[in-house]
């Protein structure tokens, strides 16, 4: 059983906090979300929406219910109680129909109206700023008004992400103020407190994210949730869904946890990453602020996210444009190595690099396609050693430690751009 207790606001540190303790089965858990004194008013400790939607996927895959002291939204809880939670567990061998106790509250919450987007500037969150850019003089009252960065995972934990978020942090608020934009810079404990592993952003990433929205629900009334997974929504998936990431859903999730008060739109949904890119590309603040490294505050070059992006600027002729923020020279004389990744990725059937793939074909030559095979046959056998380290639990927690411990090296290799 979670029971969420009733939150409070303090004062830390200069920031303001609204904190709770998590009861499960008896272990307390003290979590708390803090941003700037100017955005407390937003907070909003009379209902327990925020916590149930982050803590959600974590309490299906462990088997537990959920009862909150203070009230949860009617509506809120009728979508997850209804559609969510049923379909997720009905198309699943190992999830919980987990039941949520509350008392509802079926007056909306008033908020002040603006219209936000997360930044972290990478390609999906800089296709919403892309996008508005390019049509949003079609939409004027869904003009996005408020920018947010939000620290609930994606740098990880610990020492990686004491390491990436500032940098990260920093190069969101330049643009943001180059385009003048507000930004909002929030802070939370709520991912390390119940990580599991260097995989777990990718399986509370929906999750996580909509927590930190509803944390500031009286500030929005429409945010532009940046949709990720590299597909489009040709991908959607609710089977077995406890083994991808559920980006695979967001087209029921995202419905679910929207209300006539909040609406929360998927945007890019109806893009793959590569047609996303295409709009990126047209918009002059990304090459200055472009950021999709998964290792290091800089554009690695090397990482899986560094790599695709590259091949995508390259298929669209864009690499030169994008010296600000890629080592293109680097690039250009190890192509052949990006070249037997891209074969590589075509033989595993990764559908997600078949637009970059289609248009580079003509130069993937016979030592490509060698060099592909061998990275296929690598990667495979990565995999099933992963699978097998998470398997056996004397080697799991070991391999989950050398795995952190990898992540950190490389994000001290990385720099600061503070």
């Not at 909002?184 to 995989?199: C, L, P, Q, V, Y």
């Not at 859903?249 to 949904?269: A, K, N, R, V």
Request: proline fraction near 3%; aromatic fraction near 14%; charge should be neutral.
């Amino acid at each position: 059983m979670i029971t969420i207790h009733k939150p409070e606001i303090v004062e830390h540190d200069g920031k303001v906090r609204i904190q709770t303790a998590i009861d499960i089965d008896g272990e307390k858990k003290q979590i708390w979300f803090e941003v700037d004194p100017e955005y407390a008013e937003y907070l909003c400790p009379e209902r327990s929406d925020a916590y149930v939607i982050g803590l959600l996927s974590w309490a299906m895959r462990h088997k537990h219910d959920i009862t909150c002291e203070v009230p949860m939204g009617e509506e809120l809880h009728y979508q997850i109680s209804t559609y969510l939670i049923p379909s997720l567990a009905k198309n699943s061998k190992v999830l919980y129909p987990t039941k949520i106790v509350a008392d509802l509250a079926d007056t909306p919450v008033s908020n002040a109206g603006a219209i936000g987007t997360g930044i972290s500037c990478g390609i999906d969150s800089m296709h919403v700023l892309a996008s508005q850019a390019e049509n949003g003089h079609l939409y004027p009252s869904l003009k996005i008004t408020h920018l947010i960065h939000n620290n609930v995972g994606s740098h990880g934990v610990g020492r990686r992400a004491e390491l990436l978020h500032p940098g990260v942090k920093a190069n969101a608020v330049k643009f943001a103020n180059e385009i003048g934009l507000k930004i909002i810079t929030t802070d939370s404990n709520f991912a390390e407190s119940f990580w599991e592993g260097h995989w777990h952003h990718l399986f509370m990433q929906t999750y996580s994210d909509c927590f930190a929205i509803y944390m500031l629900q009286k500030l929005w009334k429409v945010y532009f949730y940046a949709s990720d997974g590299g597909g489009d929504f040709s991908t959607f998936n609710i089977v077995n869904s406890e083994k991808n990431g559920p980006y695979k859903y967001d087209l029921l999730s995202l419905s679910c946890f929207s209300t006539q008060s909040l609406t929360i739109y998927s945007e890019g949904g109806a893009k793959t990453r590569f047609e996303k890119t295409k709009t990126v590309v047209t918009y002059p603040p990304a090459k200055k602020y472009l950021n999709v490294c998964v290792f290091s505050v800089s554009n690695c070059g090397e990482c899986w996210k560094c790599s695709r992006t590259l091949l995508a600027l390259d298929a669209l002729n864009q690499l030169d444009d994008f010296q600000a923020v890629f080592d293109i020279d680097h690039y250009k004389s190890h192509r052949w190595r990006y070249y037997c990744r891209l074969y590589g990725e075509k033989l595993r059937g990764n559908k997600y690099l078949k637009g970059i793939y289609e248009i580079l074909r003509p130069k993937i030559n016979v030592l490509h396609r060698l060099g592909g095979v061998a990275w296929f046959f690598a990667f495979w056998g990565f995999e099933f050693f992963e699978w097998f380290c998470n398997k056996v639990p004397f080697f799991s927690k070991r391999y989950n430690a050398y795995v952190q411990d990898l992540l950190d090296r490389k994000a001290e290799a990385g720099g600061s751009r503070e």
